[in-house]
């Protein structure tokens, strides 16, 4: 329940609305409503392109604040013009600017951090710096909009090939793949993905490989990541996809006994407390291949595994795996997949320590479960 005190956003921005304050204008007391909303935002700035004068748009703007102070279409029974408001003293329209400022704190940092001697100048040049600033604001959230329902259609694309979005994943395979959906059957789809990583001699796979060292759960593999990467280079998917999935369970253990403390006798408990801590932290985008990678790896983690009864796990069981079941010829798709779950575990591990550092943690002496 809320306190009964408390107030909501919508309660703050009705007061802020009838912010009406006692001014005077020409001598004469009236009441204006110093609420700078975006309707006289964007009108001042329309005031000035028309008359390039700072003090004249503020005078109009003034008068508009005073004529509809409650938002309602302009009174007839208003006793001052717009006229008056323009022959108004220096003071008179100062002192309605500096109600305003003390009303808006990021205007109000901003109107003091301008050096000029001109209040109206410093005025439209703070409101200015706000706009462009709200501007940018909208234009990169706008292009993270895009960019995620454009990932997002990617991910809905791949989800029916067996994939789904991955960071590793280019941009300009992932359209090419999103614009033939309708005709690429499964195969082909392996095929493009797995042709990317064999370019070059698998250079991009390589990198990502390389990236991993940052990290000291992943640092103290090195040896193992590096055979593994030769394995999967010279078609050994089977040592790969061995190794890789077995040493998941490792660094995840490695990170929860650092980042967590006490790290779960289970180690899919340890990944969806970690994901737990993270998913807050993340844009959406993120949330959603992290929510994906995990639940793969999780169900190869805890997948039942019966000695009685082998062929009823799957291969990707990590029980199934070590004791030593998975006869069967593994696939590079598969192989390839370990290796890019495994760069998105690096990813997101990578990212909580960056939070924990922000927040003063002396990583990697203490947690950041907390």
Known sequence: MNNSNSKDVTEILLERAREVRPMKISGITCEINVFFNCDRFNKYFNFYEESN?????????????????????????????EQEFINASDEELVAIINIIVKTDNDLKHEYYDIERLDPFEKFYIANRNIRNRNIKTTEKFIKAIEKFLTSKSHHDDLSKYGWFYLNALPEEMLSDISERTNELKKEEVDRIIVEYFRQDECSELIKIVESWETLPFFHSRKVVYDQVLIAHTQSLYNLSVTVLTLHMEGVIHDFALTALGEPKWKPEKNLERIVEIIKNHLNVLDRLVLSNVSECICKALSENFDKANPDATSNKSRHKIAHGYVTDIETEVNSLKCFLYTNELWRAFSFIITIATQHGLDWPSQGVAG
């Not at 004068?53 to 008068?63: D, K, P």
């Open 53 to 81: 004068n700072f003090r004249n748009a503020f005078a109009r703007v003034a008068y508009l604040m005073y004529s509809n102070k409650n938002f309602e279409i302009e009174s007839t029974s208003n006793p001052l013009c």
